[in-house]
C-alpha cells in the first residue's frame, strides 16, 4: 500500500517569513496530493491540492509543488501570519479503481507555529 | 467547499455501553463516507471505507463487529461503537466523498468520546 512520509514534524517561523513542508511517497500510481490544516479539536481543511498531471499549483500565500520523478510534494506558505499556526498533514491517493481507490493515506502531520 | 455534519460533537458514555455517531452530507449526494480516528498529537488513521447501500470495507486491524458501520441513503452513514471501553475514547472523523469528484473529500467536525 501507499506510505506517505512528512518532515519536519514541528516547524517554528517568525510572522513573514516563510514555511516549506515536504512529503514523500510510495505508490508512483498515486495521482492526488491534498494538503489539510488542522485546528486543535477541529476537522481537517483542505486549503489546496495538487493533481500528477501539474508540478506547481499557487493560490494568494499557499502554493504546492510536485516532483513525480522523486515522489515528493512540498507545501509552500509565504508571509506566514500567526493565524496559520496549526498541524498541517499531507496525503496521497490513487483515483480510478483499484482497491486504494478513493483512500486516503496521511503523512505524519507537521505542527507549525508562526511566532508574532 | 461542500459541507459535512457530524452528531454528537462530543460524547460521554460509561464502559460497555454502546454509542452511535452520524455524519451526514449536507448539500451534496455522498456515494462514499469514510470513518477516521485520531489520536492527541497523530495523523489521521482511517478505518473503513463505506459505499452506500454496500458492507463497509475496514482496514486491517479494525474490528468489523466493534466499530458497525452503516451507509444506508446517500447523506447518511452511521458509526456505532459497541461495547465501549476506555481505550476505545478518541477524536471519531468522517468525510465524505461525491461519486464525480476526482479525489476530494470533505471531512465532518468530528466526534470526541470519552468512555469512562
Known amino acids: 500500500g501507499e506510505n506517505v512520509e512528512q518532515h519536519p514534524s514541528t516547524l517554528s517561523v517568525q510572522e513573514g517569513d516563510s514555511a516549506v513542508i515536504k512529503c514523500t511517497y510510495s505508490?508512483?500510481?498515486?495521482?492526488?496530493f491534498p494538503w489539510y490544516k488542522q485546528e486543535l479539536g477541529k476537522r481537517p481543511q483542505l486549503i489546496i491540492d495538487?493533481?500528477?498531471?501539474?508540478g506547481e499549483k499557487k493560490d494568494q500565500r499557499i502554493a504546492v509543488t510536485l516532483n513525480k520523478t522523486a515522489k515528493h510534494f512540498s507545501l509552500h506558505i509565504t508571509e506566514t501570519q500567526p493565524e496559520d499556526s496549526a498541524v498541517y498533514f499531507c496525503?496521497?491517493?490513487?483515483?480510478?479503481?483499484?482497491?486504494?481507490?478513493?483512500?486516503?493515506?496521511f503523512g505524519q502531520g507537521t505542527i507549525l507555529t508562526v511566532h508574532p | 467547499g461542500a459541507v459535512v455534519s457530524q452528531h454528537p460533537s462530543r460524547v460521554i458514555c460509561k464502559s460497555g455501553t454502546s454509542v452511535k455517531i452520524e455524519c451526514r452530507s449536507l448539500?451534496?449526494?455522498?456515494?462514499?463516507m469514510f470513518w477516521y480516528r485520531q489520536f492527541p498529537k497523530q495523523s489521521l488513521m482511517l478505518m473503513a471505507t463505506?459505499?452506500?447501500?454496500?458492507?463497509?470495507?475496514?482496514e486491517q486491524g479494525v474490528e468489523k463487529d466493534k466499530f458497525l458501520i452503516n451507509h444506508a441513503s446517500l447523506t447518511l452513514s452511521t458509526l456505532t461503537v459497541t461495547s465501549a471501553h476506555p481505550e476505545d475514547s478518541s477524536f471519531y472523523i468522517c468525510?465524505?466523498?461525491?461519486?464525480?469528484?476526482?479525489?476530494?473529500?470533505?471531512f465532518g467536525p468530528g466526534t470526541r468520546l470519552t468512555v469512562t
Open positions: 468525510s465524505a466523498r461525491a461519486e464525480t469528484w476526482l479525489g476530494e473529500q470533505y
Open positions: 505508490d508512483s500510481a498515486s495521482n492526488y
Open positions: 495538487i493533481r500528477s498531471n501539474v
Open positions: 496525503a496521497a491517493l490513487r483515483d480510478g479503481g483499484g482497491t486504494s481507490y478513493g483512500k486516503l493515506t
Open positions: 448539500d451534496f449526494q455522498a456515494t462514499t
Open positions: 463505506s459505499n452506500e447501500g454496500s458492507k463497509a470495507t475496514y
